[in-house]
């Protein structure tokens, strides 16, 4: 797979639209939920653990929206790798072979990592991501980009570095002053 180039000529509409779309994802979120309630007529233990994964999901959303509209991207961008983390527990799921045992364990606090798929593999973050690769391609890479935001990295740099003329100019404490194409990019 090609790396996918970065578009720069974005402006703060776009910005903006990107955020709404991010925000319209509850909307989304919901619909499906109820769609499924209405297919099963109950709350299985299944939709109660999707229901709590979604629950999750708009809330690390907003907070996102929240942190990114005060230009704290350095602190908005680590609730994405969390949105990662959503996706990897709701594909373990599908891995494990028996949803209600699956969700028994996971209700009485046992780790997913702990557990084994079907397979018999044990379901690590890494192993995930492998797995959820041969679906969506693009998710490893994504996953490791996330994780240099939670992990201190070279990816904190650019949120106190300027360069310029080959001068560095560095700040702390200071607002984040991110171009618009990075703040479009990092809502993406």
Do not use: W
Not at 110 to 132: F, G, P, Q, S, W
Not at 160 to 183: D, F, Q, R
């Amino acid at each position: 797979m090609n790396k996918q180039e970065i578009n720069k000529n974005v402006n703060e509409e776009d910005l903006q639209h990107t955020m709404n779309n991010i925000l319209q994802l509850e909307k989304l979120f919901i619909k499906e939920l109820k769609n499924i309630h209405e297919i099963e007529k109950k709350i299985s233990n299944i939709n109660h653990y999707m229901m709590s994964i979604v629950n999750r999901a708009i809330y690390l959303n907003r907070g996102f929206i929240t942190l990114a509209n005060t230009n704290n991207y350095q602190s908005a961008i680590p609730l994405m790798r969390l949105q990662i983390d959503n996706c990897l527990r709701l594909f373990a799921m599908s891995l494990h072979g028996n949803d209600q045992e699956f969700y028994n364990k996971i209700l009485q606090g046992e780790k997913v990592r702990n557990l084994k798929d079907r397979d018999n593999k044990k379901m690590t973050d890494a192993y995930l991501v492998t797995k959820i690769n041969e679906y969506y391609p693009y998710f490893k890479s994504i996953y490791e980009k996330l994780s240099g935001h939670i992990h201190f990295s070279s990816e904190h740099f650019q949120f106190n570095n300027i360069v310029k003329n080959n001068v560095y100019s560095i700040t702390v404490g200071a607002e984040e002053k991110l171009e618009i194409y990075k703040k479009v990019e990092n809502c993406i």
